[in-house]
Each structure stands twice: as structure tokens, then as C-alpha cells.
């Protein structure tokens, strides 16, 4: 089975192969965020070359948000757990994660196979 890792770098280029453009990264700007927190890829690189493929604006903010979850699993082996960076971040509401200039409206989609577990 997936960590948690790939299977969100998994689902981050299945949504931009799909709506839009993700400049390679590196294991270094894969961040996992826990609790009321977020599931997200930390965007270490320019943000202008980040781009929307609805709207070809780019996406400004650190963030991007993937899926909410209550908690890291106690299961994950210590492979697993390097390489996931905890942060404290502003809480995103739903409808501000459903931004539709943001393209994750698509989120769901690629979710349906059911998320991160």
C-alpha cells in the first residue's frame, strides 16, 4: 500500500497533468499537515510557475490544499514518517477550498478512490 507521501504526490499529478502544470519537486517540498490541518505539497519554487489550468493564473499561496484528515495513523513505520513535515497552518473552509480559481473543484474526483486513509 502507498504512504502517505506518494499517494499524495500521486493525486498532486494525476489533478495537474489533468488541469494544469507541477514543476518537479523534490522529497523537500512534500509536506504532510495533521489534525484540523491540511493535507498539502509545500511549494518551495516560484509560485509563478505554478499555474492553474482553468483560469493559467498562478497559484499564490504556500499551501495546496488536497484533503482534511483528523490524524497522521499511528501505523506509519519510521520510512514513512521521514520525509513528513508537520506545520501549523491557517485552517482553509471548505467553500474557500473549493475555489474554482484554484482548480480543486477536481479534488473530489481524484478522492473518490477513498482519499487518504
Avoid at 30 to 38: C, D, E, F, N, P
Wanted: proline residues 7%.
Amino acid at each position: 500500500e502507498d504512504d502517505l507521501v506518494a499517494k499524495c504526490c500521486r493525486i498532486m499529478q494525476a489533478l495537474f497533468s489533468y488541469k494544469g502544470t507541477m514543476p518537479q519537486a523534490d522529497a523537500a517540498t512534500r509536506q504532510i499537515i495533521k489534525g484540523k490541518y491540511l493535507i498539502a505539497m509545500g511549494k518551495t519554487w516560484d509560485p509563478s510557475s505554478f499555474n492553474c489550468g482553468k483560469t493559467g493564473r498562478p497559484i499564490t499561496d504556500r499551501f495546496y490544499v488536497i484533503d482534511y484528515v483528523p490524524y497522521l495513523p499511528e501505523s506509519l513505520s519510521a520510512e514513512q514518517k521521514e520525509g513528513l513535515t508537520l506545520h501549523n497552518v491557517t485552517t482553509v473552509e471548505p467553500s474557500e477550498a473549493q475555489d474554482p480559481g484554484a482548480g480543486l473543484p477536481y479534488i473530489n474526483e481524484l478522492m473518490e478512490d477513498g482519499g487518504f486513509e
